[in-house]
């Protein structure tokens, strides 16, 4: 009956949509709270207007243009795409079969590179989607490192402990910045080199803290002299060095201060040595991780280090957090550090609770426009995009989300969702397997359904 | 139906004979017979059926009655209260009713514009046995050698500091189940206990609460002892295995059956040879140890009921049950529970299938649908993972009371723990294991602001001489 007659709408909607996904089109979305994450703050009521891929006007006063499809929020909440950031989407598929992030191959390591095997057909993609998410982070994934998917039904203790012997590489490679929709999903390649430190920098540098620091001081020598004699080391009339030429080159940009150290890192006072290291190398860092960076939030907003935190983390899960506390985003708020808030275990399967985690952070102290800004502009700026996404502003991509409600409320979903003005259905696999199965008294097996 | 009477008969004999074991020098003076009496076992040799060989030494912390003014309440049992009174007293809950002023000698709690919820029973946890600290020496979930380790007992690995006990409880936890992991086809006893710190296990050991049997289906077992070379290395390797366990225990049983058959007409008999991964099994088949089977995939349920039957023991609550959805209206027509995540899929092939809508599916079907933890920190927000479920639920159409879908965190696993008639609603005479949310529970800025556990504030958020620490945490980092 009536649902039945939806369902074909919905289906034909959708048919419309895959048959034409790059229609160009004006879109108005009218009778919005809209929550721009920019200098436009909060618009109590207003609209925005889509023009193919962008944003072309944000405001109270704008009228729809003529012949825009009207999109009537209804009161509801207009915000920007968000970001997952820390994730694995576009490289996982299934966590216990692995990915494509993780190397363990001593001539590929500064160099890996995730931008060139990401999967755009991943179906983790559009369950992201259904949780907001337009853009991610995809990052490298360290060896025997933090970080990774684990079994989560007390299985961890017998998953394997990666490989046995670790290879001198400190680095996982570089990050990347993707978009959630389309067939080429690169945004922007290399973005940061992530180095684990702490217990995981340990690790690789052969058992000690400090041996990881000192190897780090030893190899970005040899990067500089790299990059002063690359004919030589080329040609082999110079001394040997301790990466292989791809690893060499792809530090070039770290020492030079134009590629981020994306710092795997817990303890308060690892953090601090970090602050130094980066200071006395001249490299620019980013914290991943940062479970007591609230200890030193003053020396990292003096240092204008960006901290990137998962807001649940509040048990001394090791013996390097335990200061960890749900208040971390707040205090690092309040000292002006600026925050970007990660969702759990990868940011892959899970990277539609990020929006949870923004609301954690603000339950624990955080003010609302800060969480925000942390799913949303900061990431985009930290990242390198923040003049192109993150935010509700004229002339940027169109990654805009219609909420019927707050965002951060698990009682809120999206009703409309553009990437770079390309309105995504909200379906998914696991969509899906919800109306195959929600009615198990069929003539046919639920394999007949479609 | 035999079988049941058959055990329940057991049941008896049992309780008997353990009041002979605590008044046996009395009953041998007073006999009269010339032959000389049965001597009764001593209760290490004798099967399980006797007095708990560790018993729980918990008590209640001391309470003043207290009124709980003025508040929106979920009792769990279906329905919600504008301008609930709920009082507690003794421990217990006495009266929840609307618009009741507190009476005379009650301490007063403000509870406008907040909520209260029965305490939240996490009904897969791994705390005490997987703590914080994550290090090797106190990771001691999983008894990883041999396929059937029905003999061990999770509580023999409980460390009672460790801190996510109390993390728990601030996020509402009143009650847990603690389970072995997932390695072996039977993984052992899980323990339930109240969550108030304590130095010893049973000290927080809930009394009265039946144990259960872990039991995983799938991908874990075959992958652990398949990659040793032994089986089950398949998942007809692993129903192999359960069958013949439940084989060997369904002899041990009938074997003390009939000694104490024997032993009840006067006849002399000797006693098996005690035997503690039976002794598990065994309770299973009399009834007195719950079902509680990690099991993933929809197909495998429904080999693990088609077990249950060849054997007549119930499955109790198939936990993680990514796939209880597809299955829903069996799991309704038997009776048993489904624990699972809203948000957790695609780890691993079996849980690829997960989807949010889980629960909703399984409780629109008229089956009990539980939402569970087995994470240190999901456990401190189980009312928002019920609220995910709830609102994918609301997105597909399946319209589902907040007052219902609060059962999903609180009365449904009491059910699948047995320990309903004790907790899980708030309902007089239970007890008085409940929360004070300073919003409603579904929402993501929702705290436990207050939670008592048998009518005592152990939580309270806006005071810190309520918010305990674990002994590991002391001189340790900054509060």
Known sequence: MSRSYLKALACAAVLALAASPAMAETVAIINARILTAGPQGEIANGTVVIRDSRIEAVGANVRPPAGARVIDAQGGVVTPGFFATGSQLGGVEVGALGNDLGVNNPDISAAFDVSYGLDPSSTLLPVARLGGITRAVVMPEPQDGPGGSHAHDGSDDFAGSGPDSVSHA????????????????????????????????????????????????????????????RDAVRRGNYREMSLSIADLEALVPVIEGRMPIIAQVHKAADIRGLLRLAR????????????????????????????????????????????????????????????????????AHRARETRYNAGIAVANGMSYAGALQAISINPARVFGVGDRVGSLEAGKDADVVVWNGDPFEPLTQPTALFVRGQQMPLTSRGIELRDRYRNLNTAYPPAYTD | ????????????????????????????????????PPKPLPAGLSDDRRADPFPSTYRPIGSAPTAIVGATVFTATGQRIDNGTVLLRDGKIERVEAGLAAPAGYAVVDGRGKFVTPGIIDAHSHLGVYPAPSVPALSDGNEVTGPNTAQVWSEHSLWPQDPGFNTARAGGVTTLMILPGSANLFGGRSVTVRNVPSRTMQGMKMPGAPYGLKMACGENPSRVYGGRNQSPATGMGNVAGYRAAWIKAANY?????????????????????????????????????????????????????DISREFGYKISMFHHASEAYKLADVLAREGICTATWAGWWGFKMESLDGIEENAGLVHAAGACAVIHSDDETLTQRLNQEAAVALSAARRGGIQIREEDAIAWITANPARALGILNQTGTLEAGKRADVVLWSANPFSIYARAEKVYVDGALTYDRNDPRFQPRSDFQLGMGIR
């Open chain 1, 170 to 229: 400190l680095f996982a490679g570089q990050a990347a910045v993707i978009q959630l929709a389309g067939t080429d999903i690169l945004v922007k390649p290399r973005v940061g080199m992530v180095v684990p430190f702490g217990n995981a920098g340990a690790r690789v540098a052969g058992g000690a803290r400090g041996a990881e620091i000192v190897a780090l001081k030893a190899l970005l020598q040899d990067v500089r002299d790299f990059a002063r004699n």
């Open chain 1, 280 to 347: 006395e190398e001249g490299f620019k860092l980013i914290i991943e991780g940062g479970e007591e960076a609230w200890m030193v939030a003053d020396e990292l907003a003096a240092a204008r280090v960006p901290v990137l935190v998962y807001p649940q983390s509040n048990l001394p899960a090791s013996f390097e957090i335990l200061n960890a506390t749900m208040e971390n985003a707040a205090r690092l708020e309040r000292a002006g550090v600026t925050v970007v808030i990660e969702s759990a275990e990868g940011g």
């Open chain 2, 1 to 36: 139906m035999n079988r049941l009477r058959a055990a329940t008969a057991a049941v008896c004999v049992a309780a008997m004979m353990a009041g002979c074991a605590t008044t046996g020098t009395s009953a041998s003076t007073s006999s009269t017979s010339s032959s000389s």
């Open chain 2, 253 to 305: 049983a009938k074997k003390w059956d009939d000694y104490y058959a024997k032993l009840e007409k006067g006849e002399k008999a000797d006693a098996p040879e005690r035997d503690l991964q039976l002794d598990t099994l065994a309770g299973v088949l009399r009834g007195e140890i719950l079902v509680q089977n990690h099991c993933y995939r929809a197909d495998e349920m429904a080999v693990m009921i």
